[in-house]
């Protein structure tokens, strides 16, 4: 059986991408992703984080460039870590007959976890983009955070080796995962 897929770009604003890990990396792996899913008719749907800091309009709030979402694509602008939590996000993916959601953005240890951990929650198959997910920049006044690397990598296995009764789960690069033509999606095998 065939699900049908959307790929969510989380929090990829100037703002967060000025303090990112690998920023250029990450961005143009997830801009590529984009691309490929557009091209096989897979929905795009951008995830904006909405807060003091992050004030709509402003530069900083606005999604980067290479990644701002099309003319007709769908926006879920959120309040929390979570991108489901009083945002529409779920009725608008049922309404698109989405079963599964690939995850990438902004960071890894928060709103991409928590977006992640929601899906699986909510009834969705997950794809985590091993390389399409980032977090911020570490320095040493950043006390018992790990550094950005091994939060990544540790993100990346934990989703690897977590079971969900009736949900599958895969961590894949981003130029692993792979569309085919008109929306159905294919996703190598683990």
């Known amino acids: 059986m065939s699900s049908n897929t959307a790929l969510l770009v989380i929090d990829m604003q100037n703002a967060t991408v000025a303090m990112a890990y690998r920023a250029a990396e990450t961005v143009a792996a997830i801009a590529a992703l984009s691309e490929r899913a557009r091209a096989a008719g897979v929905p795009v749907v951008t995830v904006r984080q909405r807060g003091e800091d992050m004030v709509p309009g402003t530069e900083g709030w606005r999604v980067v460039p290479e ?66 997910h980032t977090t911020s920049v570490r320095t040493e006044a950043d006390g018992d955070l790990v550094p950005a690397d091994r939060s990544i990598a540790q993100h990346n296995a934990v989703f690897r080796l977590m079971g969900w009764p009736g949900r599958r789960i895969r961590v894949r690069a981003a130029a692993e995962v792979e569309f085919a033509a008109e929306g159905a999606r294919s996703v190598r095998p683990a």
């Open 67 to 132: 990644l701002a979402p099309r003319e007709g694509e769908p926006v879920v602008d959120k309040t929390t870590p979570d991108s489901f939590l009083d945002t529409g996000l779920d009725e608008m993916l049922a309404a698109l007959g989405v079963t599964e959601v690939i995850v990438t953005g902004f960071a890894t240890e928060v709103c991409v976890d928590t977006t992640a951990r929601q899906a699986l929650s909510r009834g969705y198959d997950l794809v985590v983009v091993a390389d399409g």
